[in-house]
């Protein structure tokens, strides 16, 4: 087994086989959405032509969804998608999320809980797509003082509850749309164990190879239904043990497509390491620190045939790279077409940019 080569093949980073950003939400199941702007490249990158304009027009017609969803954090999850998987990882999240309040000594009793709720919702469903700052005036009109980290709770646990979701994509700020508005694709809610079936379906066919411990971090669920998710798939997925960990694969698993000598421009928070526990297939221990901290922030990273040895710099000028390993640093001669394929990364992302 190549678990290399086949997390880049089922992550569609190599060979990618849509040209819907939709559809590659939908065969992510949830992509992690914590960088406003980089969550675009993070789909974009998997399809066959990334483009942005192609990602904003999914996102403004609402087939992709961006929401607070699994382990409380951003995701990003397919119209199609969205009911079933708000019923699935939301009481969770609602539970994880109390635990924070509680530490920041936050409390927010029901009857203020309802009040704010009601006077987001009816605001949202005038304006269409409304900003926090918009919240904060709405507010601000009904003498209703509350500060910033208070309403991000408020504004979270109505997503929580299928009320809000992502309105219009702007260049920098976050919007908020009703769901019921937003949402073109009414999608049925499904019983929980075939929302969960589904749900770890989705995991392992696009994160494949994986391993327990990958899904269980993932998903933000309890183990045992991480267990009962694997074992409701029985023979649709198979278990390979490989340098001391047992890791599950789906009968149908890409294993052809992967070509030597690719560079990929990955973005901070991108699933190809935070999709998994199990990050030092891909990234050396000893470099852990050039991609992401013990605080959970990670970095724009640079992967050489699937590989971590290096950082890049999105956003400034003069297409920024700085190697970790010393193979791919830039004082040494290199390989030309290791050199022509880093190019064409950055052709790929520059195009991107422009595709507006």
């Known amino acids: 087994m190549n678990p290399v080569a086949i997390r880049l093949l089922n992550q569609q980073l190599a060979s990618p086989q849509f040209t819907d950003p939709a559809e590659v939400v939908s065969h992510m199941c949830a992509i992690q959405a914590q960088e406003y702007r980089m969550m675009r490249w993070a789909v974009a990158m998997r399809t066959k032509k990334p ?31 969205y009911w079933w998987m708000l019923d699935l990882c939301a009481p969770k999240s609602i539970a994880v999320t109390k635990g924070w309040m509680s530490s920041n000594k936050i409390s927010i009793p029901d009857k203020e809980l309802v009040k704010i709720r009601d006077i987001l919702t009816r605001y949202a ?4 797509s409304a900003t926090k700052e918009d919240f904060k005036q709405a507010l601000k009109e009904k003498d209703i003082a509350i500060d910033e980290h208070r309403l991000s709770y408020h504004i979270r646990m109505a997503e929580f509850c299928g009320v809000l979701c992502s309105g219009d994509l702007l260049p920098m700020k976050a919007t908020y749309a009703l769901s019921e508005e937003k949402i073109k694709s009414k999608s049925s809610r499904t019983d ?18 994986a391993t327990l411990e990958d899904f269980v971090w993932w998903s933000g669920l309890n183990v045992s239904d991480c267990r009962r998710g694997i074992e409701l798939l029985k023979d649709f997925i198979y278990k390979e043990h490989w340098n001391g960990r047992d890791f599950f694969l789906t009968d149908d698993c890409r294993t052809k497509g992967f070509r030597k000598g690719k560079y990929l421009l990955i973005p901070p928070y991108d699933e190809y390491l935070i999709g998994y526990k199990s990050r030092d297939i891909v990234l050396p221990q000893e470099y852990r620190h050039k991609a992401h901290n013990n605080s959970g922030i990670f970095q724009p990273i640079i992967a050489h045939n699937g590989i971590i040895c290096g950082n890049w ?19 040494n001669d290199g390989n030309n077409k290791d050199k022509e394929s880093l190019q064409q990364a950055w052709e790929s992302y520059n195009r991107f940019l422009i595709l507006q």
């Not at 469903?125 to 269409?128: L, N, P, V």
């Not at 710099?313 to 004082?331: M, R, T, V, W, Y």
């Open 51 to 81: 483009s942005s304009k192609a990602f904003k027009q999914a996102f403004d017609s609402g087939k992709i969804i961006r929401l607070h969803l699994m382990r409380g954090t951003w995701q990003l999850v397919s119209a199609e998608d």
């Open 125 to 128: 469903s005038d304006k269409g």
């Open 192 to 209: 929980r164990d075939e929302s969960l079936k589904l749900f770890t379906r989705k995991y392992f066919q696009s994160r494949q190879p």
């Open 313 to 331: 710099q999105p956003f400034k000028p003069g297409n920024q790279a700085e190697f970790f390993l010393s193979d791919h640093n830039d004082n």
